[in-house]
């Protein structure tokens, strides 16, 4: 079995040490360390997917980053399990605090259950830490085994919990699985990802894979298993994923500083805002737009930095090389009006008044029909940015009346029709054309202009 030769590869490491993965049962310090110590695992003692692992190897575990606390940082010094955690008991804990083998952190202690969560629901005594379980007594029938490495319900403990199919018992995650090294395999196959995979009909060093055979320990495409993709800008190394041609590892994921928008520069680097381009390193905006208060705008476009920054367009404007009147509009002694529905300059033919004070579509009428009347003026209240839901409300140069609302609109950067990339973030968020005038496409917080 497993756990014999893994215990008779201990030496004089206590063996309750091991049974219990704690260093609460009488071992030293020195002899305590979760797995490993003085006679455990050493790199190259077993290998996984043909490969010794870039760290170490325990015939029980696979590939792990320690065998021994003093494999481990400061920050997680305590080895458990193969992993650096940051407690293993509460002697590794300071300010009275307790380690909770759920996480293997330091928590405040519990005293009642009342002060656990759901996943670990009860208070032990003995060690003032919130556990799932304290022995298998405590697990359903489903997860019947209490982990001695986390104390939750696991599936098994040992390789003998485990049935034919998948015999090998993962003791750090509590799954039983095919394999977790290469000596688990019968000859011609190699241990990936928990299974055995044949190797028949591939090269030396490489591995059969469902899509062909592979170098897993330089294959990008599949490096270190089958299923590990490293992904763009990724090289494969010893069956470890690597950066390369001048990409960084950000976040667990390889970039090109150069070039990424969210990593300007470095990790985390500047993330560039929207619709500005990481060029060499730095945050530029597009070709046909200009920086105006840290935003990348279209100086022939946008209403409130129209031909130069700040120069704003007023009531009744918008941007189209300079500020000029809405589609629609016209400009009468320097204000912005409707025509087709403005008393005083009615089908520009001069005032109404008498018998027909009224202007609808162009012409003076006495009654607006199925139109709204403001103040003289037939409008339709829905679409009329001068008379937008109210007669008094009028839109401002960097809104549109969509269903009697005025909205709030951005410049889509970059569109000449819908779908536009730049509608996709923050508030404006609806791609549309500007009101009578299609060649504008904008992106509007709200529906569509009618």
């Excluded at 979760?34 to 290998?47: E, L, N, T, V």
């Excluded at 028949?200 to 294959?219: P, R």
């Excluded at 005032?351 to 139109?371: E, F, K, S, Y």
Aim: proline residues 7%; aromatic residues 2%; hydrophobic residues 25%.
């Amino acid at each position: 079995m497993k756990i014999e030769r893994v215990i008779s590869k201990l030496g004089t490491l206590c063996v309750g040490a091991f049974i219990t993965l704690l260093l609460s049962q009488g071992c030293s310090s020195s002899e305590a360390d979760a797995f490993g110590g003085a006679g455990g695992a050493q790199p190259g003692g077993c290998k996984v997917n043909g490969q010794a692992c870039p760290v170490a190897c325990d015939a029980s575990l696979g590939c792990v980053e320690c065998v021994k606390n003093a494999d481990c940082g400061a920050a997680q010094p305590a080895c458990v399990a193969g992993h650096c955690e940051q407690c293993a008991t509460n002697a590794d804990c300071t300010n009275g605090e307790s380690c909770f083998p759920q996480d293997h952190t330091c928590h405040p202690p519990c005293t009642t259950n009342q002060n656990c969560p759901s996943d670990a629901p009860t208070c032990d005594p003995a060690t003032h830490a919130c556990v799932e379980c304290a022995t298998n007594a405590d697990c359903p029938t489903n997860h019947p085994f209490c982990s001695s490495v986390t104390k939750q319900c696991v599936d098994c403990a040992a390789d003998a919990d485990c049935g034919a199919a998948a015999p090998v018992c993962n003791v750090a995650t509590g799954e039983c699985e095919t394999c977790l090294v290469d000596a688990d395999c019968k000859a011609g196959s190699l241990c990936q990802g928990g299974a055995c995979i044949p190797t028949a009909g591939c090269g030396t060093g490489e591995v059969l894979c469902s899509d062909g055979c592979f170098d897993v320990s330089s294959d990008p495409g599949h490096c270190g298993s089958c299923t590990n993709d490293c992904g763009p800008n990724a090289t494969c190394v010893s069956g470890q994923c690597a950066c390369g041609g001048g990409a960084i590892s950000c976040a667990g994921q390889c970039i090109d500083p150069s070039t990424d928008p969210n990593h300007c520069g470095g990790c985390p680097g500047q993330n560039c805002d929207q619709g500005e381009a990481c060029v060499s390193g730095v945050c530029t905006c597009p070709s046909g737009s200009a920086m105006c208060g840290g935003n990348c705008v279209d100086l022939a476009t946008d209403p409130n930095h129209c031909g130069a920054c700040a120069t704003q367009c007023g009531n009744g404007e918008y941007c189209k090389g300079g500020c000029v009147c809405q589609p629609g509009l016209t400009l009468v002694n320097g204000n912005c009006v409707d025509t087709q529905s403005n008393p005083q300059n009615c089908g520009g033919n001069g005032p109404c008044g008498g018998n027909t004070p009224l202007c609808a579509n162009g012409v003076c009428v006495n009654d607006c029909g199925n139109l709204d009347q403001c103040n003289g003026a037939c409008v339709d209240r829905d679409t009329d940015p001068l008379h937008c839901g109210d007669c008094q409300n009028q839109c401002g140069a960097d809104e549109v009346c969509s269903n009697g609302e005025c909205r709030n609109w951005d410049v889509g950067t970059g569109c000449t029709s819908c779908p536009c990339a730049s509608c996709g973030g923050g508030g404006n968020s609806n791609c549309c054309t500007y009101p009578g005038d299609p060649s504008l496409v904008i992106c509007v917080d709200g529906p569509c202009p009618g």
